[in-house]
């Protein structure tokens, strides 16, 4: 189904009219589950999606509607869904056993990979969640230096530990948000990106931070973008001053390349930490960094030293079926041209789907680098042209803008009921699988929605 096949209605009434198996599912859903999500990038007016399966760059959900697949996995699957080699390899470790609770040689191997592809991964310490890794990173760091303050950027999304609740959706003050407290948002100065000159005043005005944590891309995987440049003066700025550079590459790692945005940009992080396609699509996540600072994790090493190991234990670190995941997939970008392919049809959609905005006359945007795409919907009404938008210059609108605020809540319905899911940003992630199929559903749901929202008034 389409918004063309329901002609007089409105693209919620076309979602609604394909998706009666996800409106009843949602509505049980909202008597056992605060709005009725399990993640708060699922939240969808009128409801969300229910999806059954996946297989390679698409997924059905449980009406049997087909999609082309940017969701990815929340940016989980370069590789796409159910990629045979990773899938074989669960399967085994699947056959030995879940859980042994004890060590295994497969974390070895995982490990073993990591310090391979990754440039500031001198040693690897495994958690169950990205979330985990960027605060035992602050942990490191701190304890490292004996120092206190940390800087973040404003709009980049580090977990939501409590040091990382400030300034990415709100309080962009640096004040706490609901149950964080009070003193602890005070060790955290939030920053703006790109901004030498604000950077370079607060190393000036404060000498006990600790480290620096960025997403090197930018925001939400570009769509706040940073200028690489930038990342050199943090470089510079925090070896000045004895403080740790962190790299959250969550989402970056293994994508941009398989070394990741550092890897591609020649800036080296002390630490970085890890989740998503370094598990394989299965939970998991890692920080990883120098020796001496990963040291504090290490019994022996401690106790040499006098000083008071960081204690970490965790139920679900280095799960060998994670592990199986992780290693099959890391594998596979080692040694072939998955992450570039992805990275060329990233360009091509964007292109293509620009093309469409200038034929019909719509000043938004579809932008991004590497495997990344973001439309900008252009809520001030600024005069840009698609194809040469500098999102840079439009970070300050979007910073304080909800997802899925205002008619990008539409933008996304229109996409799904032309058999293309992202998600509420709109953004999207595309894997190694996205072909020429792919690429043409996508550009012509782009038009189609364009269309369907110019009919029912939302676009001028």
């Excluded at 920053?191 to 600790?210: E, L, M, W």
């Excluded at 300050?396 to 933008?411: D, E, L």
Aim: aromatic share 6%; glycine share 10%; hydrophobic share 40%.
């Amino acid at each position: 189904m389409s918004a063309t096949a329901l002609p007089n209605a409105t693209v919620t009434a076309a979602y609604e009219a394909m998706t009666p198996g996800s409106a009843a599912l949602a509505a049980k859903a909202r008597q056992l589950l605060p709005s009725g999500i399990a993640h708060d990038g699922r939240n969808q007016d009128p409801y969300p999606l229910y999806v059954q399966r996946a297989l390679g760059p698409v997924k059905w959900d449980v009406d049997n509607n087909r999609y082309v697949d940017y969701f990815g996995g929340h940016g989980a699957l370069i590789l796409g869904h159910n990629h045979p080699t990773v899938m074989a390899a669960v399967q085994e470790a699947l056959s030995r056993g879940t859980h042994f609770g004890a060590c295994h040689e497969l974390e070895v191997r995982w490990a073993e990979l990591i310090t391979q592809m990754v440039p500031s991964a001198e040693r690897v310490r495994f958690t169950s969640s990205g979330t985990e890794a960027t605060l035992m990173a602050l942990r490191l760091a701190r304890a490292l230096t004996g120092r206190e303050k940390i800087v973040r950027f404003r709009g980049h999304f580090h977990g939501w530990n409590d040091h990382m609740t400030s300034g990415y959706s709100n309080h962009f003050d640096g004040s706490a948000t609901s149950g964080v407290v009070h003193g602890l948002s005070d060790s955290v100065l939030l920053a703006d990106p790109n901004d030498v000159a604000g950077i370079t005043r607060i190393f000036s005005d404060h000498k006990d931070i600790a480290a620096v944590i960025i997403e090197p891309t930018g925001a939400s995987f570009g769509k706040m973008p940073v200028v690489p440049s930038f990342l050199q003066v943090l470089r510079d700025l925090t070896t000045q001053a004895g403080a740790i550079l962190v790299f959250d590459e969550v989402v970056t790692g293994f994508r941009v390349s398989p070394g990741g945005m550092q890897a591609e940009c020649g800036v080296i992080p002390d630490m970085t930490t890890l989740a998503k396609i370094v598990s394989g699509g299965l939970p998991g996540g890692a920080v990883v960094g120098r020796k001496d600072l990963l040291d504090w994790l290490d019994f022996k090493v401690s106790a040499a030293k006098g000083q008071e190991k960081i204690y970490h234990p965790g139920t679900f670190n280095a799960n060998p079926v994670s592990a199986a995941a992780g290693i099959a997939t890391l594998e596979i970008l080692q040694s072939t041209d998955a992450c570039a392919r992805a990275n060329a049809f990233g360009e091509e959609v964007r292109r293509r789907m620009n093309a469409v905005l200038e034929e019909e006359g719509v000043k938004w945007a579809v932008y991004g680098t590497y495997s990344g795409m973001h439309i900008y919907t252009n809520p001030e009404g600024a005069d840009i042209t698609p194809s040469t938008f500098d999102a840079v210059q439009f970070i300050p609108n979007m910073m304080n803008k909800p997802r899925g605020a205002g008619i990008t809540s539409q933008v996304r319905l229109g996409l799904l009921v032309n058999g293309v899911d992202m998600n509420t940003g709109p953004s999207g992630t595309i894997s190694a699988m996205h072909g020429e199929e792919e690429m043409a559903i996508t550009v012509d749901a782009l038009r189609a929605t364009v269309r369907a929202l110019r009919r029912e008034g939302l676009l001028h």
